[in-house]
């Protein structure tokens, strides 16, 4: 048995993202990004509910992650929600009016909520503010549906344990939404969360992750963010390809022969007839 599968995956996390860090290895971050895309893509999709704005935010989220992995203390998957979320919630406040931002954030008179898509946008950010340790927990088992028995394997503690953390979790994590104006009866909280926790990250999104990897390398001084790469490089790559069909027409246009004309020139067709009529006025003469 190999010492990678003695490592439960939180310390896996932290060996992938300590190779990555210390030797750039590529193959180390797509681990990583196989790892978590959905989770992130899930959190922002929650918070900005626009497919492709959560696209952007997601890329955002790993680029982050590429520039500044020593940023990560604990648990990889927590720092990860916590990144994300800011980035959406950001991302929705720089779309809104200042009126706008305080009527949708800003606390509300408590009232029950029951309904996913009213409470959606903020469970997110409430689980930002809870302590590391709880909110790890909670995000690895609403959210990415890691059962309470496999909790307990990586933690090293007892299913019943667990069960009492995440209990107290929900309970804390309740309190934070009631204090943003929401108010949701633990039963109903737990089962929106299970039941719109995760989803899987479109095609979309993992073939421009994989642009992010293949940037990536741990020295990553200069690097651009996603958006900007994204443009960079297709025009770039328009550039390349324009200027290479034009110079391959000019080549091939430097290699053709001159055109044949149409009528031949006079001194090759001419010297050949006087050749003809001196040898008859010859063979004349001599017979």
């Known amino acids: ?26 193959e180390a971050f797509a681990e990583i990004v196989r790892r978590y895309a959905a989770p992130v893509f899930s959190t922002c999709m929650r918070v900005l509910g626009d497919k492709g704005r959560a696209d952007d935010a997601s890329q955002e989220t790993f680029f982050r992650l590429s520039q500044k992995p020593e940023a990560v203390k604990q648990s990889l998957g927590g720092w990860l929600h916590t990144t994300a979320t800011r980035i959406s919630i950001d991302a929705v406040r720089s779309e809104s009016s200042r009126a706008q931002r305080e009527a949708k954030y800003e606390p509300k008179p408590p009232s029950e909520s029951v309904q996913w898509s009213e409470i959606s946008p903020h469970v997110d950010q409430a689980l930002a503010e809870l302590p590391d340790e709880t909110r790890a927990l909670l995000v690895r088992h609403f959210l990415q549906n890691v059962s309470q028995c496999m909790l307990a394997g990586e933690m090293r503690t007892s299913p019943a344990t667990v069960s009492r953390k995440i209990k107290a979790g929900v309970d804390l994590l309740r309190s934070h939404l009631s204090k943003k104006g929401i108010c949701v009866a633990a039963a109903v909280l737990v089962t929106l969360m299970r039941d719109h926790g995760a989803q899987a990250a479109p095609a979309e999104l993992m073939a421009e992750l994989g642009k992010i990897t293949m940037l990536s390398g741990g020295k990553s001084a200069g690097a651009v963010s996603p958006l900007t790469f994204s ?26 022969k001159p055109p044949i004309m149409s009528e031949p020139a006079p001194s090759v067709v001419e010297a050949p007839r006087a050749d003809a009529q001196q040898s008859r006025h010859s063979a004349r003469l001599n017979g």
């Open 231 to 256: 443009c960079g490089f297709w025009w770039t790559t328009g550039i390349t390809a324009l200027a290479a069909t034009f110079g391959g027409l000019l080549y091939t246009a430097s290699l053709k």
């Open 1 to 26: 048995m190999s010492a990678q599968t003695l490592l439960n995956p939180a310390e896996l996390d932290l060996m992938l993202l300590e190779r990555f860090r210390q030797d750039g290895d590529q």
